[in-house]
C-alpha cells in the first residue's frame, strides 16, 4: 500500500481515581463496671481522596494469614501499640500483620489476646488481670483507571483507493485492597444483661456459644447463652418480636441493669409492677430445651414484681473445663403470680 493522501482525526482521553481511607478504633476498659458501648470508645478516622470513585465491582482481598512481627518496623502505629502493650502487661507482645492472598496459618505460639492467663483445669478459675483493650484497624486503597483511543478519516491510496477509516479503542482496569487488623490484650470485655431464673437456682449458661451484638456496638460477638430455665429480661423497643442487639436487654448500655430498670419505677415504690406502664411491655428471651431462642411477655410467664434492689453476689460462671464464660454480680427477687419466688441477676458476659 502507498499512501497518496490522508485526513486522519485522532483523539485520547485518560481517567485515574484512586481513594484511600484508614480508620482505626482504640477501646480500653477495667473491670469495676463493663463499659458503655459508646462513651468509652474512641474513634480516629482519616480519609484521603484524590478524586472520588464510583464503586467498582472489585475483588477483595482476604486476610488468611499471619506472621509475627512482620512489618512493624515500617508501622509506626503498630509498633507504638506493642510498646504501650509491653508497658501494661511487662510481657513480649507478638503481633500478627495479615497479608491479602496467603494460606500460612498464624504461629503455635501466637496469640490474639496477648497478656490473658490461660485457665486452670485442677483449679479455680483463672483470675483476670482487671482491664483490657482492643485495637482495631482498617485500611481500603482502590483505584480505578481508563484510557481511550479513537480514529477517524480518510485515506487515499496512490493506486486510487478510497479508505473510510472509524477505529476506537477502550482500555480499563480496577484494583482494591482491604486490609483489617484486629488486636486484643488483657481480658475479654465483660457485658452485663439482667437474667430471671425460673429453675429455682441461680443462672446457668449453655455451653453451646451464640453470635449476638450484645454491646451494641454494630458487630456480632461470640457469647454464651442462658440455659433453658433462665432468659434475658428485654424490652422489645421497635415491636418487631425479636432482640435486634443488646441496646433491647438491661445493663449492657450502661453496666448498670438494675439501675437502668429502676429508671422506670414510676412511683417510686422500689418495684417495677403493674402500676408502672412499662411493665406490660416486658419481655424475657430465653430458649427451650431444644435450644431454639424464643421471645416470651413477662406477663405469660406470669411474672408480677422485680424487686429493684439487689445486693452483691459475686460469683465465677464457668464450663464443664473451668473457663470462665461470664460473672454473676448482683441478685434480687421476682415475685411471679400465685407466691411463687424466682431470682433476677445481674450478670457479666464475655465477649
Excluded at 496459618?105 to 479455680?124: I, L, N, T
Excluded at 421497635?238 to 449492657?252: K, M, Q, S, Y
Excluded at 438494675?258 to 402500676?275: M, P, R, V
Amino acid at each position: 500500500m502507498k499512501i497518496a493522501t490522508a485526513s486522519i482525526s485522532l483523539t485520547a482521553g485518560h481517567a485515574f481515581y484512586q481513594q484511600e481511607v484508614t480508620e482505626s478504633s482504640f477501646n480500653f476498659w477495667r473491670d469495676e463496671v463493663a463499659p458503655p458501648a459508646a462513651a468509652d470508645r474512641v474513634t480516629l478516622t482519616s480519609q484521603s481522596f484524590k478524586r472520588t470513585l464510583p464503586s467498582p465491582v472489585c475483588a477483595k482481598a482476604e486476610t488468611a494469614a499471619a506472621s509475627p512481627d512482620d512489618g512493624l518496623a515500617e508501622d509506626p502505629r503498630l509498633r507504638a501499640m506493642r510498646l504501650t502493650l509491653e508497658l501494661l502487661t511487662g510481657r513480649r507482645i507478638q503481633v500478627a500483620t495479615f497479608a491479602p492472598g496467603a494460606t500460612a496459618e498464624p504461629p503455635a505460639d501466637f496469640s490474639s489476646r496477648a497478656g490473658s492467663p490461660p485457665a486452670d483445669p485442677a483449679g479455680e478459675p483463672a483470675e483476670r488481670l482487671g482491664w483490657g483493650l482492643e485495637f482495631d484497624s482498617l485500611h481500603l486503597y482502590s483505584e480505578q483507571e481508563s484510557v481511550s483511543f479513537s480514529a477517524q478519516g480518510q485515506v487515499i491510496t496512490a493506486d486510487g483507493g478510497r479508505l473510510e477509516l472509524a477505529f476506537a479503542l477502550q482500555m480499563q482496569r480496577q484494583f482494591q485492597v482491604e486490609t483489617r487488623l484486629h488486636l486484643q490484650a488483657g481480658d475479654a470485655r465483660l457485658v452485663d444483661p439482667l437474667v430471671i431464673n425460673f429453675n429455682g437456682q441461680g443462672v446457668g449458661l449453655s455451653e453451646t456459644s451464640v453470635n449476638f451484638d450484645l454491646d451494641g456496638d454494630g458487630r456480632e460477638e461470640e457469647m454464651a447463652f442462658v440455659a433453658p430455665g433462665s432468659g434475658f429480661l428485654a424490652l422489645d423497643s421497635n415491636g418487631d418480636g425479636i432482640v435486634n442487639n443488646g441496646a433491647e436487654l438491661f445493663g449492657p448500655a450502661s453496666g448498670h441493669g438494675f439501675q437502668e430498670l429502676a429508671e422506670f419505677d414510676g412511683d417510686g415504690n422500689g418495684w417495677l409492677d403493674e402500676n408502672d406502664p412499662i411493665f406490660a411491655k416486658l419481655k424475657v428471651w430465653m430458649a427451650d430445651q431444644a435450644g431454639d431462642r424464643q421471645l416470651v411477655s413477662a406477663l405469660d410467664l406470669r411474672i408480677g414484681a422485680l424487686l429493684l434492689t439487689p445486693l452483691d453476689t459475686q460469683f465465677a460462671l464457668t464450663d464443664s473445663a473451668n473457663n470462665r464464660l461470664g460473672q454473676l454480680r448482683q441478685t434480687s427477687l421476682a415475685l411471679l403470680e400465685g407466691g411463687a419466688v424466682a431470682a433476677i441477676q445481674e450478670i457479666d458476659l464475655q465477649v
